[in-house]
């Protein structure tokens, strides 16, 4: 306590937290509260936090650590108080006129907690109202001064302070994280130049051209105005109208009906600044750029019917899975490429780069790899750092520059504006999570909740009373690219625009035969909602002039015929572009082998206890996470003399929460769980799900209680469908261990499913 009290920073404002004032205990206390030393807060988080998860994150030397410490609480040791630091004696009872009289005005404590408490929640964001967020750092892997003087890339090894805050866009904020919807990925960097904001989606086109339809996109995706429903779908009559007339949208329904629109994790998805932007050297000679995130952990999906359980499963799904993953010391990590590119190479492609519905195939512009984020600390606060983040499209820094595309133009505007709203006024840059780390000055004063106390007389600018400053920076400062401009004031867009279908068909050619069945799968489960037969058919005449065989399979899950093609909107024949491998969710399987998967261990009494062991042990060295799931938890008999301690049961863990499933041995006959029905749902639901099975000994009377079959619908056998005696445990592991690496088995996928 001695050497902690020494090494705090003394506030002198605040005596009363320190030294013995702070912990004389109130009259009436009776107990000793311990030393406040000991949880105040001090300027290493380390210490200042017990919060942060076991992971024990590798903090470095973060400069968020010193501006959020200053604003991280503890209560520890602490005595309860008013807002205004009064101590309350009681905080059971309000103030009555006599114990059975009329509570008294007089009473302040009371109104002060139930005011405060009236105004707790602020307005959800309009889109993206449903996130998670993380702290962590981006890493540059060079120096890259020769196109950008963006700070954060300036030299090999430079970290950079990031908060990332994932987000689905149609739900309300307490919506199940696993619909069908496109994900947000914002990462806010914290540079020595002030803040950069890269507000981005794992899908790396959009749904409209023009800022000037995001509103009717939105309301058209949103519950419907007269009944408030349905919550977080685009499964609904209004949103599939409006797509139905807007043919710019095709290419991205292509995105959004693939498997790319049911994550299997926030960590395990690719995340694109969308629009085309700028690099800027220290010169002023800039380059057109692309933004890729690239997960570590590879690009994989759920599957829809799995999507959907776990909405009931855990509605909290990819937020619980992000945190505990960090909580665990998996830190989620991507890596950054660029696709830089010349105006003219950008004036020969067969698209416009403005076009926020096209992308750049990497065969045309190849990714050149940048550094990483990793994320490797949880929010100490959902409501004071993942709630209050906010995120600009306009926050750039010296280096980083905007192009024409109007749907990013509009974004410029929309994102402060809509901050001072939902976050009550201007000053929302003071909140200790927006605020950058590096200094502002400048002359902009007073608003609601100000924090910053300016100092002196001069507030504008010119002025000589205070020598000028703060002064104009020049070229040490944001300086824009100049940029010619022609043409008359019009409203409109270039004819490349019109090019509604030949990226859509890219992208159609360019997925594996399973990635194509889900598409039309999320077609048909879409448009069976749609109760109007029109919009269903106007879809489908979008469809045609994607792919014939697309529209056909569409239409006949429908019972519909084929209708004619929609006029397209330009006479230019459609560009025929190459498959491109990178557009497949398969491209990536990633690095990190079996970590962080979920095993259910299905156990239930008798079970062989030393091989059950094992196999936990075993997964957990691999960093995956197992779990003893049986039909209820707590101690169970094992075969040896230690029992086991089942740690979740199927009522409880789904199988929808787990990447695969292991039965082990049961060396004396039969596991009660053969005549379970959840335990054979469970097993049914893992084969449906494309799910690793791993059966060892007797373990497997269960694989064919549950009719589990073992053959691929070719008759080659399921490589994931694996049984093993007990001697050869280990190459059975191992055989399992590699499926689920590859996370799921998509040969076994039928329509309809088999089990
Ligand atoms: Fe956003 N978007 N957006 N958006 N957006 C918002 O800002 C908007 C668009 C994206 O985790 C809002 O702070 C317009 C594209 C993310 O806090 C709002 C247009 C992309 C997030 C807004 C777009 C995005 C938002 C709502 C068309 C991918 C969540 C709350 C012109 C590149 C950020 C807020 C977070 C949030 C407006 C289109 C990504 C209303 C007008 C394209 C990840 O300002």
Redesign the pocket.
């Known amino acids: 306590d001695a050497q902690l009290a020494a090494d705090m920073p003394y506030n002198p404002t605040k005596a009363l937290e320190y030294g013995d004032a702070a912990w004389v205990p109130h009259e009436g206390d009776t107990e000793t509260p311990t030393s406040p030393l000991a949880t105040a807060s001090t300027s290493t988080e380390t210490v200042a936090s017990p919060k942060v998860g076991a992971g024990q994150p590798d903090l470095g030397d973060n400069p968020l650590d010193g501006p959020l410490d200053r604003v991280r609480v503890d209560d520890t040791g602490r005595m309860l108080t008013t807002n205004q630091a009064v101590r309350v004696a009681d905080n059971q009872n309000s103030l009555k006129a006599g114990l059975r009289g009329p509570t008294l005005m007089e009473d302040f404590i009371l109104r002060e907690k139930i005011t405060h408490f009236d105004h707790e929640r602020i307005p959800e964001?309009?889109?993206?109202a449903r996130?998670s967020?993380a702290h962590g750092y981006f890493e540059s892997y060079g120096d890259q001064s020769a196109i950008t003087r963006a700070a954060l890339f300036s030299a090999t090894g430079k970290r950079t302070p990031v908060f990332v805050?994932?987000?689905t866009v149609a739900g309300e904020r307490g919506s199940a994280d696993t619909v069908r919807d496109v994900r947000?990925?914002?990462v806010k960097f914290y540079t020595e130049d002030g803040n950069w904001d890269l507000?981005?989606?794992n899908i790396p086109v959009?749904f409209?051209q023009e800022?000037m339809k995001?509103p009717d996109l939105i309301h058209a995706v949103k519950p419907e105005p007269h009944h408030g429903m349905p919550q977080a779908s685009s499964a609904h009559d209004t949103f599939w109208d409006f797509a139905s007339l807007s043919p710019e949208i095709v290419h991205m329904l292509l995105w959004h009906t693939s498997d790319r629109a049911i994550p299997r994790s926030y960590r395990m998805m690719q995340g694109?600044?969308?629009?085309t932007f700028r690099l800027v050297n220290a010169h002023g000679t800039s380059v057109f750029c692309k933004f890729h995130w690239s997960p570590m952990a590879g690009t994989h999906a759920l599957v829809w019917d799995e999507a959907v359980r776990l909405v009931a499963a855990d509605p909290d799904y990819h937020r619980r899975d992000l945190w505990e993953a960090i909580d665990s010391g998996q830190f989620p990590q991507w890596e950054l490429g660029l696709q830089v590119f010349s105006e003219a190479q950008a004036a020969r492609f067969p698209f416009d780069i403005l076009d926020?519905t096209k992308l750049v195939p990497e065969a045309l512009v190849p990714l050149r790899t940048v550094g990483k984020l990793v994320l490797n600390r949880n929010p100490d606060n959902f409501f004071a750092e993942t709630e209050q983040?906010?995120?600009?499209?306009a926050h750039v820094v010296p280096g980083i520059d905007f192009t024409n595309d109007p749907?990013?133009q509009?974004?410029l505007h929309?994102?402060v504006?809509?901050?001072i709203s939902?976050l009550g006024g201007a000053n929302f840059h003071e909140i200790p999570i927006n605020s950058p780390v590096a200094p502002i000055h400048n002359n902009q004063r007073d608003g609601m909740h100000r924090q910053q106390i300016n100092r002196g007389r001069v507030n504008y600018e010119p002025n000589s009373l205070a020598g000028g400053c703060p002064f104009q920076a020049g070229v040490r400062g944001f300086v824009s690219v100049p940029e010619a401009s022609h043409g008359n004031e019009v409203r409109g867009k270039p004819e490349l625009f019109a090019d509604h279908y030949s990226q859509a068909r890219l992208f159609w050619i360019s997925q594996t035969t399973v990635e194509q069945d889900h598409i039309v799968q999320a077609f048909r489960f879409e448009l069976t909602r749609v109760q109007t037969p029109a919009v269903r058919k106007r879809v489908l005449a979008a469809l045609v002039n994607v792919d014939n065989g697309l529209a056909a399979r569409v239409a006949a899950s429908l019972g519909m015929d084929v209708p004619d093609p929609l006029p397209p909107a330009t006479s230019r024949p459609p560009y025929q572009y190459p498959p491109s491998p990178p557009l497949s969710l398969f491209h990536r399987p990633g690095n990190v082998g079996v970590a962080t998967r979920r095993v259910a261990l299905l156990v239930a009494p008798g079970v062989d206890g030393p091989q059950t062991r094992k196999l936990y042990a075993a997964l957990l060295d691999l960093g995956a996470a197992p779990r003893l799931v049986g039909d209820q938890i707590g101690k169970i008999a094992a075969s040896d003399d230690a029992p086991l301690d089942v740690e979740i049961s199927i009522e409880a863990g789904p199988s929808a929460l787990f990447d695969a499933v292991i039965v082990p041995d049961y060396p004396e006959g039969e596991c009660a769980l053969s005549r379970d029905a959840r335990a054979l749902e469970f097993l049914k639901l893992q084969f449906r799900h494309l799910k690793p099975m791993l059966a060892v000994g007797s373990g497997a009377v269960l694989l064919r209680a549950a009719h589990v079959p073992d053959k691929l619908p070719d008759g080659q056998p399921d490589p994931g469908v694996i049984v093993a005696d007990s001697c050869d445990l280990a190459d059975a592991l191992a055989r399992f261990v590699a499926v689920l690496a590859r996370h799921r088995v998509y040969a076994r996928d039928t329509d309809p499913p088999r089990v």
Request: include cysteine; glycine fraction near 12%; proline fraction near 3%.
């Open positions: 964001r309009v889109v993206h996130g967020a805050r994932f987000s947000g990925f914002a507000v981005g989606n959009f409209i800022a995001f694109f600044g969308v629009h926020p983040v906010a995120f600009c499209a749907l990013l509009g974004r929309s994102y504006d809509t901050q939902r």
